[in-house]
């Protein structure tokens, strides 16, 4: 893998925007190394949305982030490769991958209140953005550009003088939005964006989402414990715990038959107003301490239908129908 | 504009403070056991005297009538008469006043630009070596008196180098006189700025060897807490989701360092040196004694030694007045440059 | 939330604790140490002043005068032939004294205005504010010269001159801790019990607001040390007579021109030594009791 690619668009048009392979990020902590991505692989094509869901905490967040090697310290990625649109993120340098994000990557933070910088403003924010990966272009030019993102995000043009903290958390969040998608990257990568958003904006911003996805033909990265989004937006799913990747698969499929144990409770927990009659269920106990992983499989102790193998031998990715899923259920090796 | 309501509201905060010092000022003087008078003379007149010195002093009025007094002739700048001579107290602070400003400043400056920068290189070096020495220099610079620093610089640097005067602000007949034109003549009273408005630069240099040794001294002891304030600042801004974010637009290190790190960390810097200004006023009257420097400090030292009680109450008078108007104009330019206040 | 037996417990623990408990948590725990080691090697070593002194401090003709350190005299001599070890090991009782007593008058007074203060609120609060927040703005030396130099010298005057000085920073730390702790639930939930002002106070808030308490009187001891050596180097301090660190600094400053370092070296440096024993334990107590993100 080179770290620049030949050509803009790639070398051929059916390699998969990003490629991850064999990823394994670790913290050092004072106390003890703990593992928040352990050996995902992971390809998002040209095109598509790809759901990420997991527990808090179950490395999806990292994962999103290793993509465009924005683990904060003490975190590093370990081993594997991810490819970015032909571009080696792990080993290219400091400088190449800084032209990637913003330009190729857009990113979403799942926190707008703080996701911006307070003393800049809007117009500053976005002009500052442009000039930085396209240094030619004037400022009043850049302003333009952003205003006309603004409208597109339905934000009144004239707020472009506006400061963040005059925003509701809505707006940020378009702000943000608008912000990753400034360049016309082709891949975006939203983190929880609507998870400290109220309902009623949170539909309009996934509206929003749609929306821009259709008029910018992007490919859509959506990391979220949302369940429901993850129905509405993806076309494929990809469930995380304790940090391994343990199902993947089309939405329908997963929705209709979800076949990890641990899919299955999660989908079983989110409460559904049209059945009468429902028990309100859950997962019993926790996820684990991800310093100290059990032996085997990492959910082994939360699982009904655990037997002796998944105590001992950890479960590999097996093809099952058409998706697949690391668990011993299914892997009759 | 908020920005000016934010301004009226905060004049009018200072005003009872600036009031309940005054008056605290004035009670410590009269109020506390001893009268100043009796210990001002130390048993050596007769009553006759300490009755006329009363009532040269206005001390003989009623309580009320002299609080009052105080109060009025504080309004006209009046700060009251020395018991050494009866010379106007104002006038005496007026003179001594820009030598302690010009070492305030030069101290602050180099207290500023020595604690950010250790603090930011700490910030950066996180639980390196680098890292620990730098806040041992700073809890190690806090705990050193002013005034001991002073003289062990004095004696590396003065009499064991021979490097620095250890005193003074400058050799006699060096003064420099600002800008004269015919009549004209415009001093500050600085001797760093008026030297070069006489654009002579071998006084400048002068006045500049005087300056080093009291303002480094200051300046050490000062900057530890803004060592340790940048450093703590910076590690918390380095780590705020809009940083991540930044670098997530693909800004280059040096502008996230810039543009957002310090650029947010910087407003408490700010306050910080507003707050910093009563220590150093505390400090520049240990540093002044050391040094022989002619300043206000020195002048209350003086004061002290002795007993000129009106004196010293005008002087600790004007230093309260200082302080309230460099707080008030520390929290007006903190509202203009963060607009969070503001709007 | 903790129930009373638990908050007593907690009391305890913190107030007479094992030292390796200390080694426990880390750097902040090892600062700790380090700091009160320090400052009882100066605390032992003023208490035994009357056995391991070589001489008398005040006997004026000691040695010769002015004498370069040498064995007989380790330290040297001032101006007065008084020997300087024999100055040193006295030296510090003043200081500490003063330090003890004035921390003692903060207490006594900033803590429970500060609590009633914060827990009443009202005009009191608001006018009770206001005064300490002047005092606190004002710069601390000007202050407690204006004090010092009213009531005149001795240990008890000098104290009270200090404690007039950082009683606000007391009052403050209880007042902000208590209109936090104020509002909790388990602090309502006693007060719908029907609990006493009285007994809230002393049993639910108090306990939780003394751990920041001892963070900043640890501190404070240095604040007052450096105080007191900066009223004694202006002339306000004790009565010659007495051996004093403060005052070997302030007339060695005299003889430094000719020479004689080692009169104000080691006195200056046992003052450093002195605060910057109770500033590292008073920074290594606070970052205990209030860990800071260290990641």
């Known amino acids: 893998m080179k770290c620049l690619p030949k050509f803009m668009g790639g070398e051929e048009e059916n390699l998969p925007l990003l490629d991850i392979q064999s990823l394994v990020v670790e913290y050092y902590t004072l106390k003890a190394v703990v593992k928040a991505v352990d050996r995902v692989s992971l390809s998002v094509e040209k095109g598509e949305t790809l759901g990420l869901v997991g527990e808090s905490g179950c490395g999806k967040s990292t994962l999103g982030l290793s993509a465009i090697r924005l683990v904060p310290s003490p975190g590093r990625?370990?081993?594997?490769?991810?490819?970015?649109?032909?571009?080696?993120v792990v080993n290219c340098s400091e400088e190449e991958i800084r032209l990637v994000r913003g330009k190729r990557v857009g990113y979403i933070f799942q926190d707008p209140m703080t996701s911006l910088n307070p003393v800049k403003n809007i117009g500053d924010h976005f002009v500052e953005m442009i000039r930085t990966h396209e240094p030619?272009?004037?400022?009043?030019?850049?302003l333009k550009r952003a205003e006309d993102m603004l409208e597109r995000l339905g934000i009144v043009p004239e707020r472009i003088h506006d400061f963040p903290h005059q925003f509701s958390g809505g707006m940020r969040q378009r702000v943000m939005i608008g912000l990753a998608l400034a360049l016309n990257p082709n891949l975006l990568i939203a983190d929880e964006p609507t998870t400290s958003l109220d309902v009623i904006v949170e539909a309009q911003i996934v509206e929003l989402l749609k929306r821009l996805k259709e008029s910018l033909n992007l490919t859509l990265i959506l990391i979220t414990h949302n369940i429901g989004l993850v129905?509405?937006?993806a076309d494929r799913v990809a469930v995380m715990y304790a940090g391994r990747l343990i199902e993947l698969g089309d939405t329908r499929r997963l929705f209709e038959k979800p076949l990890h144990p641990y899919t299955q409770a999660l989908l079983n927990s989110v409460p559904n107003i049209t059945k009468k009659g429902q028990v309100l269920s859950w997962i019993p106990g926790a996820p684990p301490d991800l310093a100290e992983p059990p032996p085997g499989c990492p959910y082994h102790p939360r699982c009904s239908f655990a037997f002796d193998r998944c105590m001992k031998e950890e479960p590999l990715l097996v093809k099952h129908d058409d998706s697949e899923v690391a668990c011993h259920l299914y892997d009759k090796r | 504009m908020a920005l000016r309501s934010y301004i009226v509201s905060r004049i009018l905060l200072t005003i009872p403070m600036i009031l309940l010092l005054l008056t605290l000022v004035f009670f410590i003087i009269r109020v506390l056991p001893g009268d100043p008078v009796l210990v001002h003379f130390e048993k050596q007149a007769t009553p006759a005297l300490i009755e006329e010195f009363r009532r040269q002093l206005g001390l003989d009025k009623p309580l009320e009538q002299q609080y009052f007094d105080y109060l009025v002739g504080l309004l006209?700048?009046?700060?009251?008469?020395?018991?050494?001579?009866?010379?106007?107290?104002?006038?005496?602070?007026?003179?001594?006043f820009p030598a302690t400003l010009e070492l305030s400043i030069f101290s602050i400056a180099v207290a500023v630009l020595l604690g950010v920068f250790l603090g930011a290189r700490a910030s950066r070096s996180y639980n390196s070596?680098?890292?620990?020495?730098?806040?041992?220099?700073?809890?190690?610079?806090?705990?050193?008196?002013?005034?001991?620093?002073?003289?062990?610089?004095?004696?590396?640097?003065?009499?064991?180098?021979?490097?620095?005067?250890?005193?003074?602000?400058?050799?006699?007949?060096?003064?420099?006189?600002?800008?004269t034109a015919g009549d004209f003549q415009l001093s500050t009273g600085l001797y760093t700025v008026d030297s070069l408005l006489e654009g002579n630069l071998q006084k400048l240099v002068e006045a500049l060897r005087y300056l080093m040794l009291p303002s480094l001294t200051l300046g050490i002891v000062l900057s530890g807490i803004f060592v340790r304030l940048t450093r703590s600042n910076m590690l918390e801004t380095l780590r705020l989701d809009f940083v991540t974010a930044a670098r997530a637009r693909g800004l280059s290190e040096r502008a996230v360092l810039y543009g957002y790190a310090l650029r947010n960390a910087f407003l408490p810097i700010l306050t910080m040196m507003g707050l910093q200004f009563a220590a150093l006023l505390a400090g520049a009257i240990l540093t002044e004694t050391t040094f022989s420097w002619p300043g206000l400090g020195r002048y209350l030292v003086d004061r002290i030694a002795f007993r000129d009680y009106t004196a010293i109450q005008g002087t600790i008078v004007f230093f309260g007045l200082l302080v309230a108007l460099v707080s008030l104009i520390v929290d007006i330019l903190y509202a203009y440059l963060d607009p969070r206040i503001r709007f | 939330m903790m129930t009373y037996t638990e908050t007593r417990g907690r009391i305890i623990v913190q107030f007479f604790p094992r030292v390796a408990s200390l080694r426990k948590r880390g750097i902040a725990g090892w600062i700790t140490i380090v700091g009160l080691a320090m400052v009882s090697a100066v605390v032992l070593m003023?208490?035994?002043?009357?056995?391991?002194?070589?001489?008398?401090?005040?006997?004026?003709?000691?040695?010769?005068?002015?004498?370069?350190?040498?064995?007989?005299?380790?330290?040297?001599?001032?101006?007065l032939g008084q020997d300087m070890l024999?100055?040193?090991?006295?030296?510090?009782s003043t200081m500490l004294q003063v330090a003890v007593l004035s921390v003692l008058v903060c207490l006594v007074v900033g803590v429970p205005v500060g609590l009633l203060s914060s827990y009443v609120g009202g005009l009191f609060d608001k006018s009770a504010s206001l005064a300490m927040d002047s005092i606190y703005a004002f710069p601390g030396l000007v202050l407690a010269i204006a004090i010092a130099a009213m009531l005149g010298p001795g240990v008890v005057n000098m104290s009270l001159s200090i404690a007039v000085v950082y009683v606000p920073s007391y009052y403050r730390i209880v007042r902000s801790q208590v209109l936090s702790i104020k509002e909790l639930p388990y602090v309502e939930a006693a007060k719908t019990l029907g609990a006493p002002a009285r007994s809230?106070?002393?049993?639910?808030?108090?306990?939780?607001?003394?751990?920041?308490?001892?963070?900043?009187?640890?501190?404070?001891?240095?604040?007052?040390?450096?105080?007191?050596?900066?009223?004694?180097?202006?002339?306000?301090?004790?009565?010659?007579?007495?051996p004093d660190w403060g005052w070997d600094l302030t007339y060695g400053r005299r003889l430094l021109p000719s020479g004689a370092w080692w009169v104000i070296t080691f006195p200056g440096l046992m003052i450093v030594i002195l605060a910057l024993g109770f500033a590292l334990a008073g920074e290594g107590l606070s970052e205990l009791l209030n860990p800071k993100l260290k990641e």
């Open chain 3, 46 to 79: 003023t208490a035994a002043a009357p056995w391991i002194s070589p001489h008398d401090p005040n006997e004026i003709g000691t040695g010769p005068v002015l004498a370069y350190p040498t064995w007989s005299f380790p330290l040297g001599t001032n101006h």
């Open chain 1, 77 to 88: 990625i370990v081993s594997g490769s991810v490819a970015l649109d032909g571009i080696d």
């Open chain 1, 136 to 142: 030619k272009v004037i400022r009043e030019d850049a």
């Open chain 1, 231 to 233: 129905a509405e937006m």
């Open chain 3, 200 to 242: 809230t106070l002393l049993r639910y808030i108090l306990p939780n607001v003394l751990p920041s308490v001892v963070a900043v009187a640890t501190v404070n001891f240095a604040d007052a040390i450096l105080t007191a050596a900066g009223l004694t180097f202006v002339g306000l301090g004790l009565p010659v007579s007495i």
């Open chain 3, 86 to 92: 024999s100055r040193l090991i006295w030296g510090g």
């Open chain 2, 129 to 179: 070596i680098e890292d620990h020495s730098i806040r041992i220099f700073g809890i190690v610079s806090y705990a050193i008196p002013v005034f001991f620093l002073g003289m062990v610089f004095q004696l590396i640097f003065g009499i064991g180098l021979h490097l620095f005067p250890t005193g003074g602000r400058i050799s006699p007949g060096m003064e420099p006189r600002g800008l």
């Open chain 2, 76 to 96: 006209h700048g009046d700060l009251g008469k020395s018991m050494a001579d009866f010379s106007s107290v104002g006038q005496q602070i007026f003179s001594a």
